[in-house]
């Protein structure tokens, strides 16, 4: 993973000290200060239950407040579960909700290009720490979150978040360690080495999330599927899906994909703390899925052999259409489905169509796929 050079004309801004020199320097500093601690003071069961609970709280902060709530709207949260998530977002150190949102939907917006403040392209230790080391312009420009800039609670976060910071970074390990003799621990366990976990973990997404991994959903940026990534993202792994649909409140689709931010907001909608969950719905996936295979298949076409590339283009193209149709038929009686539900008026007929919509495309997919099977290697 090399680190490109940034071209001479571009303007990252001025460094900034602060974040430069606490960015670089915490992991080294808790690196060293934690067994020296341990070595001179000993241990206590609290130091590492405090930093794990915290670490828990602050990431999930970030994944399902700032992230899926804030910045991408793909579910709405009670006035107690925004809070909660504000005070936990702040307990990250990555500044306040909106300006958080705000740079991370010039993210999805110019991914990869001029624009986006965490472009991949440019290696991994830009994207994943060193354009917080600059003073950008662009860090202060909020007109893509008017949407954010009129809810009281987030207004409210934004104005205090230093002093919010505070009191959860500092003052509560302080007053837990106070309370079991290990003031100082407590603030080196659950204060310093926590905020590091946590921002590494945050920094992997932009990072490593679009190294690692495969390309199910699309190749238009490089963002990347990969479990590994989601269990050091708290389930933000998924991220070839995520780009492809950020609206939708999961990042891992599947029931057994690492996703505890999924999970949390499901069990939130159960308790009544979440409502109006956003999902895609399956024919859109599938769209996508198709698109991908098709790419494949040109690709393949291009590398075989011209006498057999033209009987196989109309294989490829007839088997094609076949899917076109059966999905944009399943598209349809989902969307007659969805509108009888709404008029409460869904009958048996309907019901069984949809099913049998649903097998057909499914058919035609998997006649589609197996082309794959049997295509002559590239020359
Ligand atoms: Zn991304
Ligand atoms: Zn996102």
Known sequence: MTDHAAPRDRDDGPILWVNTLFLSLSPFVAAALIPLYLWYSGSHWALWAAAFTLWIFSGLGITIGYHRLFAHRSYEGSPLWRFLSLIAGASALQNSAIVWAAAHRRHHQHTDHEGDPYDATRGFWWAHMKWIFHDNDRADDLSNVPDLKADSLVVWQDKWYWAIALVVNVGLPLGLGLLIGHPWGMLLFAGLARIVFTHQATFCINSLCHILGTQPWSKNNTSKDSWICAYLTFGEGYHNFHHTFPADYRNGLRWYHFDPAKWAIWTGNHLGLTSNLKRTEAPIQWRKKFERQ??????????????????????????????????????????????????????????????????????????????????????
């Open 294 to 379: 098709t790419e494949r298949y040109e690709t393949s076409l291009s590398q075989i052999v011209p006498e057999t590339n033209e009987d196989w283009s109309q294989r490829i193209e007839s088997a094609r259409l076949q899917v076109d149709k059966n999905l944009t038929r399943w598209s349809q009686k989902l969307r007659e489905y969805h509108r009888a539900c709404r008029d409460g008026q869904v009958s048996a007929s309907l019901l069984r169509s949809v099913r049998l919509s649903r097998r057909a495309f499914r058919r035609a997919w998997k006649q589609f796929l197996a082309l794959e099977q049997t295509m002559p290697q590239p020359a």
